[in-house]
């Protein structure tokens, strides 16, 4: 079952374009990054889903319910969009213990501890400073165990702290059974954490899926050390040298073959290896294609 749906989403404000026909599917379940650079529509998207901001076009879905039509729709989500704000007169515990009641949940205590600000529990939010009000907000959003978080970059404004504690939030979070919709766009910050991501590049979705589907690269290559490189080339097919290195297209066959052959041609390898991509290749080979 997909937790989020979002089919053909067009928004314009005023002459500029926000979103081009996005189309999201993120499966319950999932720990879902959704990244990309700034003002490539990510926030617009989590507004549409929040019902903050209507689409021009198209519809955004949570748990199969239509946001515009139906309350249903974000009775089992919270949201955190863009920078948390309070009245400044409200002390954290007051924050959280009207949120609770406007949630109809029960107050939850303990969840500043889990945010890592115990200590801001009767302190006026007037005082907070930023990655304390994310902090803040964070809380807020988990209030109620919900089964959908939608979490606009809540890393901005954070220490190296902070960013761990978001970390472990999110895999707790995950763990439990939530589906976490996170967008950011420093892939750091996800890198190993999310198991299905989306990258968004000038309004449109240029690639989704999991994790691991879309580092499955369709050029397999491998990575090659050898005592005598110009010696190897002419051996090889579909390879290409980078200094010391040879960069060769193939599987795991390919490198068995490679292998045989070049000792069997007294060609010592000392290293022979596939080349894995990460989300930042993946992520480069969208932001930065020609548009």
Same mark, same amino acid.
């Given at each position: 079952?997909?937790?989020?749906? !979002?089919?053909?989403?067009?928004?314009?404000?005023?002459?500029?374009?926000?979103?081009?026909?996005?189309?999201?599917?993120?499966?319950?379940?999932?720990?879902?990054?959704?990244?990309?650079?700034?003002?490539?529509?990510?926030?617009?998207?989590?507004?549409?889903?929040?019902?903050?901001?209507?689409?021009?076009?198209?519809?955004?879905?949570?748990?199969?319910?239509?946001?515009?039509?139906?309350?249903?729709?974000?009775?089992?989500?919270?949201?955190?969009?863009?920078?948390?704000?309070?009245?400044?007169?409200?002390?954290?515990?007051?924050?959280?213990?009207?949120?609770?009641?406007?949630?109809?949940?029960?107050?939850?205590?303990?969840?500043?501890?889990?945010?890592?600000?115990?200590?801001?529990?009767?302190?006026?939010?007037?005082?907070?400073?930023?990655?304390?009000?994310?902090?803040?907000?964070?809380? !807020?959003?988990?209030?109620?165990?919900?089964?959908?978080?939608?979490?606009?970059?809540?890393?901005?404004?954070?220490?190296?702290?902070?960013?761990?504690?978001?970390?472990?939030?999110?895999?707790?979070?995950?763990?439990?059974?939530?589906?976490?919709?996170?967008?950011?766009?420093?892939?750091?910050?996800?890198?190993?954490? !999310?198991?299905?991501?989306?990258?968004?590049?000038?309004?449109?979705?240029?690639?989704?899926?999991?994790?691991?589907?879309?580092?499955?690269?369709?050029?397999?290559?491998?990575?090659?050390?050898?005592?005598?490189?110009?010696?190897?080339?002419?051996?090889?097919?579909?390879?290409?040298?980078?200094?010391?290195?040879?960069?060769?297209?193939?599987?795991?066959?390919?490198?068995?073959?490679?292998?045989?052959?070049?000792?069997?041609?007294?060609?010592?390898?000392?290293?022979?290896?596939?080349?894995?991509?990460?989300?930042?290749?993946?992520?480069?080979?969208?932001?930065?294609?020609?548009?």
């Amino acid at each position: 079952m997909l937790a989020v749906t !979002c089919e053909g989403l067009k928004k314009r404000y005023g002459v500029h374009v926000a979103l081009r026909g996005l189309d999201l599917e993120v499966p319950q379940g999932t720990l879902f990054g959704f990244l990309g650079p700034n003002g490539a529509g990510k926030s617009t998207t989590l507004r549409v889903l929040a019902d903050l901001v209507r689409a021009d076009e198209g519809t955004a879905k949570l748990f199969g319910h239509d946001v515009r039509r139906h309350v249903a729709a974000t009775q089992r989500t919270t949201f955190l969009i863009e920078n948390a704000v309070f009245p400044p007169w409200l002390t954290a515990r007051d924050v959280l213990r009207r949120t609770a009641s406007y949630m109809r949940v029960e107050y939850d205590k303990d969840v500043l501890e889990r945010v890592g600000i115990p200590q801001a529990r009767d302190r006026k939010t007037g005082g907070f400073s930023h990655g304390m009000k994310q902090r803040l907000g964070l809380a !807020c959003a988990l209030q109620g165990k919900p089964d959908l978080l939608v979490l606009d970059e809540p890393q901005n404004g954070l220490d190296p702290q902070g960013l761990r504690a978001i970390r472990t939030i999110l895999a707790e979070e995950h763990a439990r059974g939530a589906t976490v919709l996170v967008s950011v766009h420093r892939l750091a910050e996800v890198e190993g954490l !999310c198991t299905h991501a989306a990258i968004v590049v000038n309004g449109r979705v240029a690639r989704q899926g999991a994790v691991e589907s879309l580092l499955g690269d369709d050029r397999p290559r491998l990575r090659l050390l050898v005592d005598d490189v110009a010696k190897a080339l002419p051996l090889l097919q579909n390879a290409e040298r980078d200094g010391d290195t040879i960069f060769l297209d193939g599987d795991h066959a390919t490198a068995a073959a490679a292998a045989a052959k070049l000792t069997g041609a007294g060609i010592a390898v000392f290293e022979l290896a596939p080349v894995r991509r990460t989300l930042d290749d993946i992520y480069l080979d969208e932001v930065e294609a020609p548009a």
